[in-house]
């Protein structure tokens, strides 16, 4: 599967962004999928993650309360809303898919990877 993110940008400190993940190449559905996130000097980390049906949701706890992972089946695509961004937010966002399975939040566990789109909140 093909994936590509796009709605990054710039923002103030409070404000939001809304990511999408469009998918393609194979049936999505099949897939469960994460957004991830990697600060300069910092390691990659895992920000939400869903289930292929979306029955499981996990989020990290520096995330938890102000984004919103969603996806819609039918459209190919995987959400990430963030409200209340923070300077500590700033990062490239990736999103990834894996086979479906149980909910996985390690980023070895993800087979493909869309090229990551950079998220800057300004204080």
């Known amino acids: 599967v093909q994936l590509q993110a796009s709605g990054g940008g710039l923002v103030q400190a409070g404000g939001s962004l809304r990511l999408s993940c469009a998918a393609s190449g194979r049936t999505f559905s099949r897939f469960d999928m994460g957004w991830f996130r990697q600060a300069p000097g910092k390691e990659r980390e895992v920000v939400a993650a869903?289930?292929?049906?979306?029955?499981?949701?996990y989020y990290s706890d520096s995330v938890k309360g102000r984004f919103t992972i969603s996806r819609d089946n039918a459209k190919n695509t995987l959400y990430l809303q963030m409200n209340s961004l923070k300077p500590e937010d700033t990062a490239v966002y990736y999103c990834?898919?894996?086979?479906?399975?149980?909910?996985?939040?390690?980023?070895?566990?993800?087979?493909?990877w869309g090229q990551g789109t950079l998220v800057t909140v300004s204080s």
């Open positions: 990834a898919a894996r086979p479906a399975r149980s909910l996985a939040t390690a980023s070895v566990s993800y087979v493909y």
């Open positions: 869903i289930r292929w049906i979306g029955d499981r949701i």
